[in-house]
């Protein structure tokens, strides 16, 4: 069992940042892939970025690819996701989530690859 919690929203001007923080519970965190999803009124849950259990691994949704980056502390059970460049469109609901597997083509977009989820955090971007 692993319980999320998220933590880092607010509101922020656009071009503003923020880093979102996901601790987790449990002794087998770094066993986990974690993922950051967001989800906007009215719409889906959106895949944002994903890392793999070591770090090594990396994926990010084309709208924020080069303003967001995720990393992992597995000594915290901490992942981050630092936004950058913030955009009005940003806001949303962040949602981080974990992983056991398996790991097949674009797992990492699916929100059905995840086993645990944290309650969310809200991102307001003002223009």
């Known amino acids: 069992q692993v319980q999320l919690v998220e933590s880092g929203g607010g509101l922020v001007q656009a071009g503003g940042s923020l880093r979102l923080s996901c601790a987790a519970s449990?002794?087998?965190?770094?066993?986990?892939?974690m993922g950051w999803f967001r989800q906007a009124p009215g719409k889906e849950r959106d895949f944002v970025a994903a890392?793999?259990?070591?770090?090594?691994?990396?994926y990010y949704a084309d709208s924020v690819k080069a303003r967001f980056t995720i990393s992992r502390d597995n000594a915290k059970n901490t992942v981050y996701l630092q936004m950058n460049s913030l955009k009005p469109e940003d806001t949303a609901v962040y949602f981080c989530a974990a992983s056991s597997g398996p790991y097949t083509s674009r797992w990492y977009k699916a929100p059905d690859s995840y086993d645990y989820w944290g309650q969310g955090t809200q991102v307001t971007v003002s223009s």
């Open positions: 449990g002794r087998t965190f770094s066993s986990y892939a």
């Open positions: 890392i793999t259990w070591s770090g090594g691994g990396t």
